[in-house]
C-alpha cells in the first residue's frame, strides 16, 4: 500500500507537469505513463541474490524498485526537460540517475533511469518512500517491449547474430528519435518565424497613417 501511494504521488507530478507544458507548447510531452509494484517472488528473489534478510525493513533499505513508474514522452528532449522539472521540486530527493540514452548499454538499450525519494502522507505518519522511474521515447519503448520479449525465448538465448541485430534495430531507432526531434524543431522555428513576420506586419499597419498606402 505504501509503495502504492507513492506511485500515485508521482503520477500525479507527472500528471500535472504534462497538463502545464501542453498549454505552453500546444502539445503533450508525455504521451502515457504505467506504473508497477514489484510483486512479492521478484522481491523475495533479488533478496535472495543479494544475501539479504527477508524482512520489511530489508526490502525498504535495500531495494529501490519496488515501486516503478515509466513515463513514454514524445520526443528525447522532453525526457531531459520533464526529468529536470521534476528534480527541481523541492519535496523531490535525486538517488540516482542513470542515463542511458547518452550512454546505451551494450545491446543498445536506451532510457533515463532516477531513483527519486519523496514524502507519502499517511494517516498516522509520514513516510520517506523511494520510486524508480524511466523515461524513454515512444521508439525506446518499443525497442525493450519487443527485446524483453525474445530475450526469454530459449531458443534465442545466447545467439550473437541475433543480438548483433537487435543492437543495430536499437540504433536505428535512436538515429530516427534524433531525426524526428530534429524535424520538430525545424517546424517551429518555422512558425516562431511565420508569427514574427504576422507580428510586424499588424504592428505596421497600426503605425501607418489613416489613407496611406501599404
Known sequence: MRYESAIREVRTKFEVLNAELSL???RNPIESIQSRVKKPLSIIGKLRRQGLPLTLDSIVENL??????????SFI?????????????????????KDY???PKPNGYRSY???????????REKKMMRVEIQLRTVAMDFWASLEHQMKYKKANADRPEIAAELKSCA???AATDARM???RKRIEKLEEEGNGETDFHKSY???APKGSAV
Open 171 to 173: 540504433e536505428t531507432i
Open 77 to 97: 528532449d522532453d525526457i531531459y526537460s520533464v526529468a529536470e522539472m521534476l528534480a527541481r521540486q523541492d519535496d523531490v530527493t535525486v538517488v540516482t540517475v
Open 64 to 73: 529501490n524498485d519496488v515501486a516503478g513508474i515509466r513515463v513514454i514522452c
Open 24 to 26: 505552453h507548447t500546444s
Open 181 to 183: 526531434m530534429g524535424i
Open 205 to 207: 499597419l497600426a503605425a
Open 113 to 123: 533511469h532516477m531513483i527519486v525519494e519523496l514524502p507519502v502522507f499517511f494517516s
Open 101 to 103: 540514452i547518452r550512454r
